[in-house]
């Protein structure tokens, strides 16, 4: 089967709260393969709030009958760099069995098309050390490489649930 018979069927809708624990559910797997656990209510609240308020983004899920086998998770913050709101893709996912098979490229021509509706200067991303693989899709995307190191540091004791990725 071609990439483009794949896509056809596939379909990326905005997330809702009425698809709040589906968007969970598939945050929990995607998240666990980077063996990052949050807890279960903050990762819901974090859902609850970007759906109910979309100053802080949006979440796009992938569907293909009969299930959800995607998501997409852009935040918004304001950037004196781009001088405007821009995206970071905090989390693409896409079940296991369904990789490579264009619906990655599907959900993330998605998140391109919505944050450009939305006004969006730009849309920014990380590739997780171990993930390189996912690097040509972003390359077709438009994607460009910044030469910069990422940090971060927790602010309370449940803010650091990042795995050490530097061994």
């Keep these: 089967m071609t990439e483009s018979a794949v896509v056809r069927n596939v379909t990326v809708v905005p997330a809702t709260p009425a698809t709040m624990e589906v968007a969970v559910n598939l945050f929990r797997v995607q998240l666990g ?4 656990f949050p807890a279960e209510q903050a990762l819901r609240e974090v859902t ?8 802080h983004g949006f979440i796009l899920l992938a569907w293909a009958e009969p299930e959800f086998i995607g998501i997409a998770y852009a935040a ?12 970071w893709l905090e989390e693409l996912y896409v079940a296991p069995e369904r ?5 990655g490229s599907t959900l993330l021509a998605a998140v391109i098309s919505r944050a450009q509706q939305l006004g969006w200067r730009a849309v920014e991303l990380e590739v997780v050390a171990g993930h390189e693989r996912a690097v040509p899709l972003y390359l077709r995307h438009e994607f460009l490489p910044v030469s910069r190191a990422r940090f971060t540091r927790a602010c309370t004791a449940q803010g650091l649930v990042t ?4 061994a």
């Design 76 to 87: 918004a913050h304001l950037s004196a760099e781009h001088g405007g709101t821009v995206g």
């Design 48 to 55: 609850r709030t970007v759906l109910s308020n979309s100053s």
């Design 99 to 103: 990789r490579g098979q264009g619906v």
């Design 163 to 166: 795995p050490d990725y530097s």
């Design 33 to 36: 393969e980077h063996e990052i």
